[in-house]
Every structure is written in structure tokens, then in C-alpha cells.
């Protein structure tokens, strides 16, 4: 079984510029989380995804947004570019239930200059 | 909220020596303890978890029982070898969320030969 894809793996960008990020589920999941990482302030979440709709939102400002598709593919989009906005950022995906472990992806590093 | 509290790190062992990371959480319901293992440039993999109170999860020697009375989840291994080399990652799941993990900081442990 396929695991959690991300593309792209290395992205550059400017700042001012925007990215959208993809992440490709392990087959049947439905669950799809988002995570920033950075060495400064370690996982930090940003959203997840269920059937399409947003779960839960993390406490990061509206520039980051996502959305999920029906066949469980999500994307994430980051506006306006900031410095602060590189790090590594982190897809998992899982099936229902809060005994189901993440499943995560190898991530896209974003590097903003 | 939920939180984790997880030994600081770095931590370097010579092969062979035993090792433990702790970990204490703070939640809200009944959580489900999960350890993460992440190795350079990859993402987050699952290393063991466990779903109920004296639980012990295991898997490639290390292991690591869910106390509810004390609120830990530490993370042991008899021997250590070099390939244990990584950064390591508690996290008790939110109980009534999917995908939504509470990460501590991480620890790096470093094993020499």
C-alpha cells in the first residue's frame, strides 16, 4: 500500500509570494492533518480535514489555509510569503477514530527568501 | 487542553546502553499515547502506541506503558544501537479528534559505536 505522498519535496520561494502544497492519503483514509515544523517551535498543527470539511484549525493566521477534495487529496495554501513562514511542513493522513495513528507524509521543505 | 511534557534532549548513548525518554501529558478525556520516531530528512513515523490505561505498546525493542495515575508514557529499549539515532516524539492524541496530535518538543538522541 502507497504511503502519504507530498509534493513537491524542496520548494523556494520570495516573500510576498504564494504556495499551495500537495498531499496525496494512503488509500481509504479520510482523515487528513497538516503540520508546520520548525526547529524553533517544534509540530506545530494547522488544520485537519474530514470528508471535506475542516475539522479543526490551529492557531495560525488566515494566510494558511487548506481545503480536501472528494477523493480525500488535500492541499494547503500559504499567501503572502513571510520569512517566518519556512519550515518543513507536514501531511498525515488516518481513518476515523482517535485510536488510529497519523500516517505521515516525508513533507515539503519551504524555504522563503 | 492537552499538553506533553517531554525530556529534553539531546541524549547520546554508546551502543548498547539502555535508554529512556521520558514523557507526562495533560489531557482532557481519555487519550490514546502514541511515539513518534522521525530520522533526518524523512517525516514522522509510527514507533508503538497504546490505547488504555497499563497498556504497554511495543515494537523493534522499544516499549513505553500508558500510566493513567501518573499521566506518562515513558519510552524504553534495552540496548540502543546506532540505527536508533533520530529524534523521538510523544503525543496523546485529543480524545474526541481525529487527527489532531499534541507533539512535546522532541528529543534527539544520538547513539556512538
Known amino acids: 500500500k502507497a504511503g502519504v505522498t507530498q509534493t513537491p519535496r524542496y520548494l523556494i520561494k520570495t516573500r510576498g509570494q504564494q504556495v499551495t502544497l500537495s498531499c496525496s492519503p494512503i488509500?481509504?483514509?479520510?482523515?487528513v492533518s497538516w503540520y508546520q515544523q520548525t526547529p524553533g517551535q517544534g509540530l506545530q498543527f494547522l488544520f485537519e480535514?474530514?470528508?471535506?470539511?475542516?475539522?479543526n484549525k490551529g492557531n495560525f493566521p488566515g494566510r494558511f489555509s487548506g481545503r480536501q477534495f472528494s477523493n480525500s487529496r488535500s492541499e494547503m495554501n500559504v499567501s503572502t510569503l513571510e520569512l517566518g513562514d519556512s519550515a518543513l511542513y507536514l501531511c498525515?493522513?488516518?481513518?476515523?477514530?482517535?485510536?488510529?495513528?497519523?500516517?505521515f507524509g516525508n513533507g515539503t521543505r519551504l524555504t522563503v527568501t | 487542553g492537552n499538553s506533553v511534557t517531554q525530556m529534553e534532549g539531546p541524549v547520546t548513548l554508546s551502543e548498547e546502553a539502555f535508554l529512556t525518554i521520558n514523557c507526562t501529558y495533560t489531557?482532557?478525556?481519555?487519550?490514546?499515547l502514541f511515539w513518534y520516531v522521525q530520522y533526518p530528512g524523512e517525516g514522522l513515523q509510527l514507533l508503538l502506541k497504546?490505547?488504555?490505561?497499563?497498556d504497554k505498546g511495543s515494537n523493534k525493542g522499544f516499549e513505553a506503558t500508558y500510566r493513567k495515575e501518573t499521566t506518562s508514557f515513558h519510552l524504553e529499549k534495552g540496548s540502543v544501537q546506532v540505527s536508533d539515532s533520530a529524534v523521538y516524539f510523544c503525543?496523546?492524541?485529543?480524545?474526541?479528534?481525529?487527527?489532531?496530535?499534541?507533539f512535546g518538543r522532541g528529543t534527539q538522541l544520538t547513539v556512538w559505536p
Open positions: 498525515a493522513s488516518s481513518l476515523a477514530g482517535r485510536q488510529s495513528p497519523l500516517h
Open positions: 488509500s481509504g483514509h479520510r482523515s
Open positions: 480535514y474530514f470528508s471535506e470539511t475542516q475539522r
Open positions: 489531557a482532557t478525556g481519555y487519550p490514546s
Open positions: 497504546a490505547t488504555k490505561a497499563d
Open positions: 503525543a496523546p492524541n485529543r480524545g474526541s479528534t481525529l487527527g489532531r496530535l499534541y
